[in-house]
Nanobody, 127 residues
């Protein structure tokens, strides 16, 4: 059974940086064979939104609010997905989730495109 576990969240002042990690286990092959992987975020009372995604060929897509500030990457040898977040803003406060799937079933930054999810890691703005 595929499991995704996020880590790296925390409290950070505006303008600071954090690096989120997502480790994939229970998958026989390298995550290189995943069709796509992505990071989403959600605050209470709002829909989960796509933040950044990466295709099997390495191409990336970013949501407009995080362009030029966030960077998604993966390490196939470590079966890990990362999200480097720079120049953090108060509005980046959210629970962040990683997602993956073996088969492309929809747009990269759409919540309904993924069957495998982590439990989330919280990122909070520190006053």
């Amino acid at each position: 059974q595929v499991q995704l576990v996020e880590s790296g969240g925390g409290s950070v002042q505006a303008g600071g940086s954090l690096r989120l990690s997502c480790t994939v286990s229970g998958y026989t092959f390298s995550i290189h064979y995943m069709a796509y992987m992505a990071w989403f975020r959600q605050v209470p009372g709002k829909d989960r939104e796509g933040v950044a995604g990466i295709e099997q060929d390495g191409s990336t897509t970013y949501a407009e609010p995080v362009k030029c500030r966030f960077a998604i990457s993966q390490d196939n040898a470590k079966n890990a997905l990362y999200l480097q977040m720079n120049s953090l803003k108060p509005e980046d406060t959210s629970m962040y989730y990683c997602a993956a799937d073996f088969v492309r079933i929809g747009p990269l930054l759409s919540e309904t495109s993924f069957n495998y999810w982590g439990q989330g890691t919280q990122v909070t703005d520190s006053p």
